[in-house]
């Protein structure tokens, strides 16, 4: 089975961002055994709009919508509900890109 996963990120290569301030989404496509880099998506509010309320929920939503889940530093309470609700689910993660994928690979996540 295909499916996307999001990573928040500053660098592209660390999970290093909280999904409330985010602004780069890094989006891989999963198939079988292999993880296939797709697209840096980005949010266009200015950092005084992102955080939490509804209109960059929204927007992040928009974003990921097509993701069946997303790897952040942190995310708040409020946000992981909206998450589920809309059907993605979100892990907290401090690892590297490479690591999170290679644990997705090899099954450690369940997605």
Known sequence: MNYKVAFVSNDGKNVNENFETSRKLFIFEIKENIAEYLE???????FEERGHNEKHMKTLLNLISDCKAIFVKNIGYMSLVFLKFNGIKAFETD?????VIEGILSSAFEI
């Open 40 to 46: 840096t998506r980005e949010s266009s509010l200015c």
């Open 95 to 99: 690892y590297s890109i490479s690591d």
